[in-house]
């Protein structure tokens, strides 16, 4: 099982289009952060996690792999406005690319991105939606999933478990719920939302994420979806030895 951080930041970007790259600093280029996405390789196959609009230069960086299969989290803008990028990767499946999520995402994609779904004269549909199963397979690793507060919506959280190792993906939360709890303890590896570091209404803050991660006795804590007042060499001179801010292209295998 192979992981490649593709992006962590947060709905903007960092630098953002307003202030810049505010308290990060602009010559360290681990601040220099894409929207929030993962690339996951088993058994094979490559799982590309969320279409943000910076999709198509997040996996030209990563060498344009070929992907068996997108799964969404949830459908907002940065996670899915990338969603036409694929298509020349598509074109080598040869085929529509399976999308796995939620029945209520893959409704709000269908009204928003309809020709992606559908075969016309002159483009096939690019995609084949599935309804994504708590509990099932991906490549030769165990994948399980579980609906996320955040804000008014849900987002979907992840666990690959193979080989005895095992990494979780926690993407745009607010709270942690028992079923949360449940499915990360004891990860291996543990990549979190965490905004800033003072709280936030719709997303996870330093502390409680710190916490969080003692709590499911994790190995390692990544942060992840960070904005422009988390520098990365601040962080990492604060945070504990078994944690880490993420940065764009970092891999774990």
């Not at 962590?8 to 307003?18: K, Q, Y």
Request: glycine share 10%; hydrophobic share 40%.
């Amino acid at each position: 099982m192979k992981l490649r951080i593709l992006g962590c930041g947060t709905s903007s970007g960092v630098p953002n289009l307003r202030t810049g790259f505010g308290q990060c600093d602009p010559e360290e280029p681990r601040n220099r952060r894409t929207r929030s996405s993962i690339l996951v390789e088993s058994g094979g196959m490559r799982l590309l996690v969320d279409c943000g609009p910076d999709a198509r230069q997040q996996l030209l960086d990563a060498g344009s792999p070929a992907l068996d299969a997108l799964l969404v989290t949830h459908d907002h803008a940065d996670h899915v406005h990338g969603i036409d990028e694929l298509r020349p990767l598509i074109q080598l499946l040869g085929g529509r690319m399976p999308l796995l999520a939620r029945e209520d995402t893959i409704g709000r994609l269908k009204d928003r991105f309809a020709y992606a779904f559908l075969d016309t004269d002159f483009y096939p549909a690019m995609y084949a939606p599935q309804e994504i199963d708590d509990d099932g397979r991906f490549g030769d690793a165990r994948l399980r999933v579980v609906d996320q507060p955040h804000g008014g919506i849900t987002s979907l959280g992840l666990r690959f478990d193979e080989g005895g190792r095992s990494m979780a993906y926690a993407i745009d939360f607010h709270e942690i719920t028992d079923e949360m709890a449940a499915l990360y303890q004891g990860v291996d590896l543990w990549i979190a939302d965490c905004l800033m570091q003072r709280p936030h209404p719709t997303h996870a803050h330093l502390d409680m994420v710190l916490d969080a991660a003692k709590q499911f006795s994790v190995g390692q804590l990544l942060l992840t979806h960070m904005g422009n007042s988390m520098d990365y060499a601040t962080l990492r001179a604060a945070l504990p030895d078994w944690a880490a801010p993420a940065h764009d292209g970092l891999e774990w295998n």
